[in-house]
């Protein structure tokens, strides 16, 4: 059974820092580009980042890019993202997903294994 956990959400200031985590089970990780994603409410899910299977190609959506940093460890079966200087626009659940190739993409329907998520909350 396929697995992905996000955990390292939580509440945060503007300006404030978070790094979030994604350990991947039941399928073979270094296989897989891996991507974030998140949903604010009442808004439709965005892209955010990505990163190939061996972390040569990474591609950020406008708003986080020179912010937000994707990092994957294959040896931890775990994608990372780090946010920094954190805007209260960030706030949403924030979802990592495996894509079915090895190249980094940004489309969703590229993805076929996502995690349930964790919540970002950042205040102004």
């Known amino acids: 059974q396929v697995q992905l956990v996000e955990s390292g959400g939580g509440l945060v200031q503007a300006g404030g820092s978070l790094r979030l985590s994604c350990t991947v089970s039941?399928?073979?990780?270094?296989?897989?580009?891996m991507g974030w994603f998140r949903q604010a409410p009442g808004k439709e899910r965005e892209f955010v980042a990505a990163?190939?299977?061996?972390?040569?190609?990474?591609y950020y959506a406008d708003s986080v890019k020179g912010r937000f940093t994707v990092s994957r460890d294959n040896a931890l079966n775990t994608v990372f993202l780090r946010m920094n200087s954190l805007k209260p626009e960030d706030t949403a659940v924030y979802y990592c997903?495996?894509?079915?190739?090895?190249?980094?993409?940004?489309?969703?329907?590229?993805?076929?294994?996502w995690g349930r998520g964790t919540q970002v909350t950042v205040s102004s």
């Open positions: 990163i190939s299977t061996m972390s040569f190609t990474t």
């Open positions: 997903a495996a894509a079915r190739g090895r190249a980094a993409v940004k489309r969703g329907d590229e993805y076929d294994d």
């Open positions: 039941g399928r073979t990780f270094s296989s897989s580009a």
